[in-house]
């Protein structure tokens, strides 16, 4: 079981980009799932969340970003996607994805799964 980012890249300030992340293995269900991001010297921090659709689909974000990052699920890809848009220079940061719990075919349990960061930067 792995989670695979993508669509990291460069962008100018001002812009938008789209990250997804998909989760592979015999996964039967995924509760809340999380993007991070880590800038350079900087501690790895919470960007936004999505919780299950059992849940609510409930979506929070970190102040920074609120209005300019949206977080959205699709649950029948097992993938999460954080759409962002007026992009700034200080939004440039190696992205992570992350699940908090994955149920697992035989009752297997995952937590806490990262994937393999993607780097944004936003530069002119």
């Known amino acids: 079981v792995q989670l695979q980012a993508s669509g990291g890249g460069l962008v100018q300030p001002g812009g938008s980009l789209g990250l997804s992340c998909a989760a592979s293995?015999?996964?039967?269900?995924?509760?809340?799932m999380n993007w991070y991001r880590q800038a350079p010297g900087k501690q790895r921090e919470l960007v936004a969340t999505?919780?299950?659709?059992?849940?609510?689909?409930?979506?929070n974000y970190a102040d920074s970003v609120k209005g300019r990052f949206t977080i959205s699920r699709d649950n029948a890809k097992n993938t999460v996607y954080l759409k962002m848009s007026s992009l700034k220079p200080e939004d440039t940061a190696v992205y992570y994805c992350?699940?908090?719990?994955?149920?697992?075919?035989?009752?297997?349990?995952?937590?806490?799964?990262w994937g393999q960061g993607t780097l944004v930067t936003v530069s002119s």
């Open positions: 293995g015999e996964i039967v269900s995924i509760n809340t």
């Open positions: 992350n699940v908090d719990r994955m149920r697992l075919e035989g009752l297997i349990e995952v937590f806490g799964l």
């Open positions: 999505i919780s299950s659709v059992a849940s609510g689909g409930n979506t």
